[in-house]
């Protein structure tokens, strides 16, 4: 029972150190990783109700597009949706494969408007142009708003932990695991060194009776012999 504790501690331990994961990189509104284009016409909004708390970056300038250069395996861009919500196209590595509404009759925030989880693995660039700013609602312009984009790459056994710490971290169960079979070598031997109790109490009490039994027999001889003499 305790060798396969041992044993699941060294299991758990190489999948925490050196299991591969993936990477989930969240970029926001505000960073510059993400390049808007015309930015006269972008404005940044604080947080707000509206946008989940959230930072966005918004234009109501057809034409006007974000763009973003990633390395991962999938793509999602996140934003609010409305009756402000306008159509835009994107494009990924440089052809124009989506285009998207955003107008809904409520509006919402923190929205996932895209999502594409089947890219090979390596170097993309996605954009989003508004190419529409008509909407539904008679007076009402439509906007492009972005919130957040976020990808996934793989990630290299322990990238974040220093190989002084995971070489420790092993030597540490390993010396759990040397521990833990040595005492249970110990408590073995003892089980098979170690007299029952009940086993002693008889061997002692035999003895004792054994004592008694030549004592008696030994008065007996030396009464018979004085009577003889007598």
């Known amino acids: 029972m305790l060798s396969r504790f ?54 109501k300038q057809t034409g006007d597009y974000a763009a973003f250069e990633f390395e991962g395996d999938s793509i999602a861009v996140f934003g609010g949706v409305g009756v402000y919500g306008g159509i835009i196209e994107i494009d990924l590595d440089g052809v124009a494969n989506y285009t998207i509404d955003r107008y809904r009759p409520s509006p919402r925030c923190g929205v996932r408007i895209f999502l594409e989880d089947s890219l090979q693995f390596g170097p993309h660039r996605i954009s989003l142009t508004l190419v529409d700013h008509l909407v539904q609602e008679e007076g009402e312009t439509g906007l492009l708003s972005i919130q957040s984009i976020r990808y996934t790459r793989p990630m290299e056994p322990a990238p974040h932990i220093p190989s002084v710490i995971a070489t420790g971290a092993v030597a540490f169960v390993a010396l759990l695991g040397a521990i833990a079979l040595q005492w249970l070598r110990t408590k073995r031997r003892q089980k098979s060194f170690q007299k029952p109790t009940d086993d002693l109490s008889y061997d002692l009490s035999g003895l004792l009776v054994l004592s008694k039994t030549q004592s008696i027999s030994s008065t007996s001889e030396t009464t018979s012999a004085c009577s003889r003499r007598s």
Request: hydrophobic residues 45%; aromatic residues 8%; proline residues 4%.
């Open 6 to 59: 041992v044993l699941g501690l060294l299991a758990l331990s190489s999948i925490l150190i050196f299991d591969t994961v993936a990477d989930v990189v969240t970029v926001g509104a505000r960073n510059r990783a993400i390049s808007y284009q015309n930015a006269s016409t972008w404005t940044l909004l604080p947080p707000s109700r509206g946008s989940c708390g959230r930072y966005q970056m918004v234009t």
